[in-house]
């Protein structure tokens, strides 16, 4: 129930194109999905957050998409860069005020060739 | 220094060996937090002090004992491990009533 499941493991992509990496959840009372990042060596960070009162989050080159009726949420990178090498969890939790509830997913190590 | 520091980065223990790691946040948040994180696994949540009070052991075998002497810093205390307790210690701290975590860069344990 409160698993979320993150796919695909490993995922190599062209400088140039989209990255796109994906979660499913269960537990319909998670309120808040977060994706964090992290380079080799370093902890994570938080990257990019939505609520499901919207469908789509946008920051730069990063997009959420959220799909409610699914339970599913996914990361695209658009124009993916070799800077953008790193490991790419999912996250999700019911609230936002309560970070030790956040249910992380197994991650997702991309790699962005030139 | 800024954000969240670990110490040490790496550490090679032997199994009847103790040692502990050490976690100092600047960022003036009350909470803190111990993480493992290990290959293909999701990472996993071992303990949280909000206002140097334990609040959360989330199972966590007695092998491991946390020690939060204030709002800045938060230990790890090792003894007796296993080599499968092998993995990355994430420290972490938070601001309560927010869900943002800011990770140090973690502790390499090796257990041989």
């Known amino acids: 129930q409160q698993q979320v499941k993150q796919s695909p493991q490993s995922l190599i992509v062209q400088k140039g194109g989209i990255s796109i990496i994906n979660c499913a959840y269960e537990n319909t009372a998670f309120d808040y999905f977060p994706w964090y990042q992290q380079f080799p060596g370093k902890g994570p960070a938080l990257l990019i957050a939505?609520?499901?009162?919207?469908s789509e989050k946008k920051e730069g080159r990063f997009t959420i998409s959220f799909n409610k009726s699914a339970k599913q949420f996914s990361l695209h990178i658009m124009d993916s860069q070799p800077g953008d090498s790193a490991t790419y969890f999912c996250a999700a939790s019911v609230g936002t005020g309560t970070a030790s509830k956040l249910t992380f997913g197994t991650g997702t190590r991309l790699q962005v060739t030139l | 220094e800024t954000g969240v520091t670990q110490t040490p980065r790496h550490l090679v223990m032997g199994m009847t060996n103790k040692k502990s790691l050490k976690c100092e946040q600047h960022?003036?948040?009350?909470?803190m937090y111990w993480y493992k994180q290990s290959a293909k696994k999701p990472l996993e949540l071992m303990f949280v002090?909000?206002?140097?009070?334990?609040?959360e052991n989330n199972s966590v075998p007695s092998r491991f004992s946390p020690e939060c002497p204030n709002s800045s810093h938060l230990f790890l205390h090792l003894h007796t491990l296993q080599p499968e307790d092998s993995a990355l210690y994430l420290c972490?701290?938070?601001?309560?009533?927010?869900?943002?975590?800011?990770f140090g860069e973690g502790s390499r344990l090796t257990v041989l």
């Open positions: 972490a701290s938070s601001q309560e009533n927010t869900g943002e975590l800011f």
């Open positions: 002090y909000n206002f140097k009070e334990q609040t």
């Open positions: 960022l003036g948040h009350n909470a």
């Open positions: 939505i609520r499901p009162d919207v």
